[in-house]
């Protein structure tokens, strides 16, 4: 089995992090005390921290890792590598990554339950790729995929959930990563939204992804950001509650081998600062987060909907409201 890559410290992660330049705000690389968290959450939260601005649109999206010393990675990549299928490409008949991704999503058209949806939802098969994406990312198949959220308290929910400390003091497993892409700020690398550039007529996996390729690329998908008389068609809420209640998008990575963070390189150019924020926090802050998240209704059960446990909860209710 191949072997991810991973950070074997902080310093190490840095020089793909948050860079010295001045538009960079280096303080909160990594926070250890609560007055530095607090500190940090009142920035991140203020409204220029990722708020809809007046055009409706966020600018902002982050995400949350439970270990630090991974890394963006999105789970086809993990899949990819882990299973040493880039040895593949080399065989007689050559299995490029994009091509498994198309592969599976052509098998997925062929679900007859999935082309009654589509169909109903005037969605015809060549335009299913990237709703069909969204459905195998929900339902945990590798894509190349990776989700984000507006929302900082989800992406703190997820850094903290199923979080292990680790036995040793300030090494690189004693600490959760906040990431945070900012769509002014990262433009270089980070093509505008799916559903404005496809105007309705989404692309097939493997074209877009070539395109992407061979400009060293990612593109971000938001239904969130459509207007409101929903001329542009959704992609990536069909049976989807979950994206709904955790704010999400998808950052859609083409190369087989390369995490995020990599991408600036690929665009870096003389007065040009445009790594991705990274913030590292000490796994010892958990309860701290708990407690900030809780505040902001941020919970299990709100951001994994469970359609059967509400239908329970309402007609309990309905029962202790008629036995009084």
Known sequence: MGKLQIYKSLDEK?????SDGQHRDVRYFKIDQAYEFNNWYNEMTAPAGGQANSNGRFDVFFRGVNESKYKLYNSAQRFWIQNNLMQ???LS??????HM???????????KLLQQVFKYYGITPE??????LSILQHYKAPTPLMDWTYDLNIALFFAIMDVRRSAEEDVIDDYISIYKLDKNIHSSFLENNLNYVSANVFPQVSWLGGILEGKNSLIYISDFEVSEERKIKPITT???LNILAQNGIFVFNPLEATPLEKFPLFHNQIGLDNKIFCY?????LAELIKYKISKADVSFDFLFPNLEQYSQRILDDY???VVG
């Not at 008949?93 to 994009?98: K, M, R």
């Open 319 to 321: 029962l202790k409201f």
């Open 88 to 90: 593949l490409e080399s």
């Open 127 to 132: 335009q299913m790729d990237f709703p069909l």
């Open 101 to 111: 991704i198309q592969n599976m999503v052509d098998r997925a058209k062929e679900v």
């Open 93 to 98: 008949q050559p299995l490029s990554y994009l």
């Open 280 to 284: 590292n926090i000490c796994k010892d």
């Open 14 to 18: 840095q020089a793909f992090f948050n």
């Open 238 to 240: 069909y049976y989807n």
